[in-house]
């Protein structure tokens, strides 16, 4: 048997389920999946096996209307993803059919998608009955030459099986990219951030999660094989701080045990997780910020 692998995009409008689709294919989590819009934030690449295949998912942000210097690097980072791959999956969110986004999404596909192979995938089809269905695969197709076109719920998991075994028969033969037992090619240290980023914007809800981020700032390992791990929280003004710490300390503490128990899970040993809020008013327009997340400041400019 051959070897095949290759990147796969995963683009689509925000909260289509690309992150959720990726932990599927990948098998773990490797992707922060929250009810938020624009949580993902670096081009996380997944891992997964089929066969002989190696596929590497790279979940790109959401694509949307940018408005400040974040908004604008992850969009570029988004399309950025698609241009870099082999094949270009467009998530499309069976209940909410071709909205102006969408829309959007097809005029940018025009460009980025010559000499490609792009599928859609229409999520979330348990949703809406299938005469809909029908129409919009229709509707879609018309607008856009798509290679293929499939069913799927990549939260229960419906005709995903399909799409992964499609996507690693269209893969170019070669030797695999990844070592076979690594699921992501982000550094630990910043999966670890962004699993406290996901712990965060779950319980504090309004616009505050957009306006702070997590970084990994020291990462131990210990003698008894457990790791010590330090984090902080950057917020842009003293009222966050308040907010992220809770009343007398408790949102933090449930925040820093659910992501300790989290990670323990994810590395299969203990962890020692300890978190310190900071106000960084201009984190936003700090280059290293950008770096840390996986972005690249220069995308932001207008």
């Not at 914007?201 to 457990?226: A, C, F, I």
């Amino acid at each position: 048997m051959t070897n095949r692998a290759g990147f796969v995009a995963l683009i689509g409008e925000p909260n289509a389920g690309k992150s959720t689709l990726t932990n599927r294919m990948v098998g773990a989590k490797v992707s922060i999946v929250t009810h938020k819009v624009q949580t993902t934030r670096a081009r996380i690449r997944g891992v997964a096996l089929e066969g002989e295949a190696q596929i590497v998912f790279v979940d790109t942000p959401g694509l949307f209307r940018p408005r400040r210097r974040l908004d604008r690097a992850m969009v570029a980072a988004a399309w950025g993803g698609a241009a870099d791959a082999d094949i270009i999956v467009l998530l499309v969110e069976a209940h909410r059919g071709i909205t102006e986004g969408v829309e959007r999404i097809l005029e940018g596909l025009e460009d980025i998608g010559k000499g490609r192979r792009v599928a859609l995938a229409i999520n979330k089809i348990d949703k809406v009955p299938s005469e809909r269905l029908l129409k919009l695969t229709q509707d879609l197709n018309q607008r856009f030459d798509f290679a293929e076109t499939f069913m799927i719920s990549a939260e229960k998991g419906h005709g995903t099986e399909h799409l992964k075994t499609w996507l690693a028969e269209q893969l170019p033969e070669g030797p695999w990219l990844y070592p076979e037992d690594q699921i992501a090619d982000l550094p630990m240290r910043m999966i670890a951030a962004e699993m406290t980023r996901e712990k965060l914007t779950l319980r504090l809800h309004q616009e505050l999660p957009y306006q702070m981020t997590v970084e990994t700032e020291s990462w131990e390992e210990r003698k008894d094989g457990s790791a010590r791990i330090d984090q902080v929280i950057y917020v842009m003004r003293d009222g966050h701080k308040g907010i992220v710490l809770g009343n007398r300390g408790e949102t933090i503490k449930a925040v820093s045990k659910a992501a300790r128990e989290e990670l323990t899970e994810f590395l299969g040993r203990r962890v020692h997780l300890f978190l310190q809020v900071k106000v960084r008013p201009n984190w936003l327009e700090e280059k290293e910020r950008y770096s840390e997340m996986g972005l690249d400041f220069k995308d932001g400019n207008k």
